[in-house]
């Protein structure tokens, strides 16, 4: 039972840096952040291969081996952060899947199905959707982890919610001066 628990939390965070960098490669590859574009989009798609492996092995893992969900039923409020975490993953889970499905769109091997009826647009404007609830599923498993530790201390709180913030806006950022230029 231990190792599992410690298996799914490496996994949860290795997907967690995972999910910031294919992020982060996928706007240096279309901002053209480096003058090397084409390093950027071998990253990204090295890196969304990692995210998409490690996301498929904590949804398996969550779903065979996580329940919580009688004890947030009986008392939903004593378990507020669990529930955002539960919504979150809900979202994590159909934004991830249609920005899976919508990177397809680029490869030639199955850009014609997937062109058709996920076009890559779809990819550009839901990954803020992704990012938030990614953020947002992220603050509530620190929080969790913080409390489980016995840290419960203010300025945690504080930390949580100004870093989570500050990542909230600088996505909400980069997508709006994108679509300015």
């Known amino acids: 039972m231990k190792f599992r628990v410690t298996f799914h939390r490496v996994v949860a965070w290795w ?3 995972f999910s910031i960098l294919t992020i982060l490669s996928g706007y240096a590859a279309s901002r053209k952040w480096f003058t090397n574009r084409e390093f950027m989009v071998d990253a990204h798609i090295v890196l969304k291969w990692s995210f998409v492996v490690l996301f498929l092995i904590h949804i398996i893992y969550t779903l065979a081996f996580v329940r919580i969900g009688k004890a947030i039923r009986r008392n ?3 378990h507020k952060v669990r529930v955002v975490q539960g919504v979150s993953k809900w979202l994590v889970l159909a934004f991830g899947f249609l920005i899976i499905l919508t990177g397809f769109s680029q490869y030639e091997w199955t850009g014609a199905v997937f ?3 996920l ?3 779809v990819h550009k404007v839901f990954d803020v959707g992704l990012t938030i609830s ?4 992220t603050m509530a498993g620190v929080k969790i982890i913080s409390k489980r530790n016995k840290i419960e201390k203010v300025w945690i709180d504080v ?3 100004i870093v989570g ?6 996505i909400i950022f980069l997508e709006v001066t994108m679509n300015l230029s």
């Open 15 to 17: 997907l967690g840096i």
């Open 76 to 78: 939903p409020g004593k």
């Open 115 to 117: 062109h058709k009826w």
């Open 119 to 121: 076009p890559f647009w």
């Open 134 to 137: 990614i953020i947002v599923h």
């Open 159 to 161: 930390l949580i919610w």
């Open 165 to 170: 913030i500050a990542l909230m806006a600088g």
